[in-house]
């Protein structure tokens, strides 16, 4: 059945591909600064503004910048993210095929039904979908218990677009369960290698300047390009103190699920500072739970979720929707409540509220998975060979 949809996928994409970039051309300006010997990033720009994104985003987009004849050549350039979206839906087959928990007749929601994630892949050629790329990547490793590739290919991932952070917490808590305290802090220098590696060029120019701008978690986002907060006048959306309420559920709800849901997918594991590193690998459900329920409470509780996002969870949510107890026509009329929110532009104040709905439908019914309950056969480790 995969292979069907896989087939159906090319020519799908082949024929949405037409000259509809929107922040292509500010890429290939911000990378050819680069490309003319200019390493100090605050001197990097775009039509759009200065660049924001690691190094990683400059390595890549530069290649593009080449393949694509100094980005003129947009087609081209259509073609190559054409190619990435097959190839991360095979990942993604792959590591649904693992969990043996959703349903063959999701993949045709997953596949043919969102208009939007074929634009956001084939026609715009924003950095998203490279990064979740890699981040899907990542999570194959670490289903296949090959973690300190996961945290290379993850750490490639950040450096192309923070957004993957996110997933980050529930990655930290999976490593102190998997291989305890010291180390976790081994796989924590592998996540820390290739940003210091990628960056050099430019920690040398300006250091403080790469730091400043590559990770600049404070930065302001425009209002008219908002997805879920057009339901709050543009002076709130704005305000300081609204956007440190949201960290604070944001990092609340982390804590919550940590406490009294995450820690009963592993029976018998003692939590603390120093952890011991575990005999067994971790089964699949007892990895994809956390990390997509972590992602999807960062994008419930986001500043700002603009339509590129889509991607940072549109492949997760049949997983999670399927850890529920919903009954399919709920989690089919979830899918698709939430992509109609994501196809409304510009956004107003019913799909910006039918989509924080969504979310929370989505975390209530995550909070009383039958994932959390001792009997769970999914949650049996597996000894490692």
Same mark, same amino acid.
């Given at each position: ?14 024929? @949405?591909?037409? %000259? ?30 200065p660049l924001v994104y690691p190094a990683g985003f400059v390595y890549v987009y530069m290649a593009l910048y080449y ?10 350039? +259509?073609?190559?993210? !054409? ?12 590591? &649904?095929?693992k969990t043996k928990r959703v349903p063959p007749y999701s993949f045709i929601f997953m596949c043919c039904a969102s &208009?939007?994630?074929?634009? =956001?892949?084939? @026609? ?6 490279? !990064? ?5 990547? !990542? =999570? ?6 090959? /973690? ?14 923070? %957004? ?55 930065? +302001? ?10 339901? #709050? ?21 982390? #804590? ?9 997918? $592993? ?18 459900? +007892? ?9 999807? =409470? ?13 991607? /940072? ?5 049949? $997983?999670? @929707?399927?850890?529920?107890? +919903?009954?399919? =026509? ?7 409540? #939430? ?26 019914? @995550? /909070? ?12 049996? !480790?597996?000894?490692?060979?």
């Amino acid at each position: 059945m995969t292979r069907g949809f896989l087939l159906f996928q090319a020519p799908v994409t082949a024929l @949405l591909s037409t %000259n509809t970039e929107i922040d292509w051309k500010a890429y290939m300006q911000e990378v050819e600064g680069v490309v003319n010997g200019t390493y100090d990033y605050t001197k990097l720009r775009g039509d759009t503004g200065p660049l924001v994104y690691p190094a990683g985003f400059v390595y890549v987009y530069m290649a593009l910048y080449y393949v694509t004849s100094y980005g003129h050549h947009i087609r081209l350039g +259509q073609y190559v993210f !054409a190619l990435l979206y097959i190839l991360s839906l095979v990942i993604l087959f792959d590591i &649904y095929r693992k969990t043996k928990r959703v349903p063959p007749y999701s993949f045709i929601f997953m596949c043919c039904a969102s &208009y939007r994630i074929h634009s =956001i892949y084939v @026609l715009r050629l924003f950095n998203d979908p490279v !990064a979740m790329f890699f981040m899907y990547v !990542a =999570i194959n490793f670490f289903l296949r218990d090959r /973690w300190s590739i996961g945290c290379l290919m993850y750490s490639f991932g950040v450096s192309i677009k923070m %957004n993957l952070l996110l997933f980050s917490p529930a990655i930290l808590m999976l490593l102190m369960v998997r291989f305890g305290t010291l180390k976790t802090l081994l796989h924590l220098i592998v996540c820390a290698v290739p940003q210091i590696v990628l960056a050099v060029p430019f920690l040398l120019e300006n250091p403080v300047g790469y730091v400043v701008r590559a990770f600049n978690f404070g930065r +302001q986002f425009f209002y008219v390009w908002t997805v879920n907060w057009r339901l #709050i006048p543009e002076e709130i959306f704005l305000n300081k103190y609204f956007q440190t309420a949201l960290l604070i559920l944001h990092v609340t709800f982390l #804590i919550l699920f940590f406490v009294f849901k995450w820690r009963r997918l $592993y029976p018998g594991v003692g939590f603390g500072i120093l952890m011991k590193e575990s005999p067994t690998a971790l089964s699949p459900n +007892q990895i994809l739970l956390p990390l997509f329920t972590s992602n999807l =409470i960062g994008m419930s509780f986001s500043r700002s979720l603009h339509y590129q996002f889509y991607v /940072w969870y549109f492949h997760t949510l049949h $997983y999670l @929707l399927w850890s529920t107890t +919903q009954p399919p =026509i709920v989690k089919i009329l979830v899918l698709g409540v #939430i992509e109609l929110c994501w196809n409304t532009y510009p956004s107003t104040v019913l799909s910006s509220s039918l989509l924080h709905v969504c979310h929370a439908v989505l975390l209530y019914g @995550l /909070w009383y998975s039958p994932d959390y309950t001792p009997n769970d056969k999914n949650l049996t !480790a597996t000894k490692v060979d």
